[in-house]
């Protein structure tokens, strides 16, 4: 069954330093989305791509974080430096249009201390 | 004014029982409209998703969908303990998505 990978599945840093995040969307998905979740809140999107262009980016930290998807693939997100707020799981997240079913991968689940 | 509320629960149901979950929204121009379960520690699975008005059924779930309300529901059929788990309402605006913080469901045997 096609799914959505991440890694690394865990991650533990201490502030200040950078972290980063890979998804693999499911194969012929060209949207692709990363969504951070706090504990006992819903998802809130980070940033959109729509192939290899960024289509929302609005509620991205961008002076810290920084998201790239350079084959219309793949994707990475990068957190420089870390802080302790950013303590959460990062969700990725695929769909096959824009507006249609969203498909999560396993998530990543960062601790920053 | 949130896009997406939920009751935040927890809801109680007994084995067998039918469970109620309920989502309104804000934005009278929402597209399409999506369950997801998410079970703790993992991340969301899609369960359901409508996009006209009226009943949408997938085996023990239903989905329900109001539009003039701004109001979707899902009903959970025979529920057994392993439906435990947080629910997610999710809302598609223009291609963007909005989440609810999720209901906690408990099914107890």
């Known amino acids: 069954e096609a799914e959505v990978a991440q890694s690394p599945r865990y991650k533990i840093t201490e502030k200040s330093q950078a972290v980063a995040f890979w998804c693999d969307p499911i194969?012929?998905?060209?949207?692709l989305y990363w969504y951070r979740q706090i504990l006992g809140q819903g998802p809130e999107l980070l940033v959109q791509?729509?192939?290899?262009?960024?289509?929302?980016d609005s509620q991205l930290p961008k002076d810290r974080f920084s998201a790239e998807r350079l084959k219309g693939v793949d994707s990475t997100l990068k957190i420089q430096p870390a802080e302790l707020g950013d303590s959460a799981m990062y969700l990725c997240?695929?769909?096959?249009?824009?507006?249609?079913?969203?498909?999560f991968g396993e998530g990543s689940r960062l601790t920053v201390l | 004014q949130k896009e997406v509320e939920q009751n935040s629960g927890p809801l109680s149901v007994p084995e067998g029982a039918i469970a109620s979950l309920n989502c309104t929204y804000s934005?009278?121009?929402?597209?399409?409209f999506f369950w997801y379960r998410q079970y703790s520690g993992k991340s969301p699975e899609l369960i359901m998703s409508?996009?006209?008005?009226g009943d949408k059924e997938d085996g023990r779930f239903t989905a329900q969908l109001n539009k003039a309300s701004q109001y979707v529901s899902l009903l959970i059929r025979d529920s057994q303990p392993s439906d435990s788990a947080t629910y997610l309402c999710?809302?598609?605006?223009?291609?963007?998505?909005?989440f609810g913080s999720g209901t906690k469901l408990n099914v107890k045997p």
């Open positions: 997240a695929s769909s096959y249009h824009r507006g249609g079913e969203l498909f």
């Open positions: 194969s012929g998905h060209a949207t």
């Open positions: 791509f729509q192939d290899e262009s960024v289509v929302d």
């Open positions: 934005d009278r121009g929402s597209q399409s």
């Open positions: 409508i996009y006209s008005n």
């Open positions: 999710a809302v598609n605006n223009f291609n963007k998505f909005y």
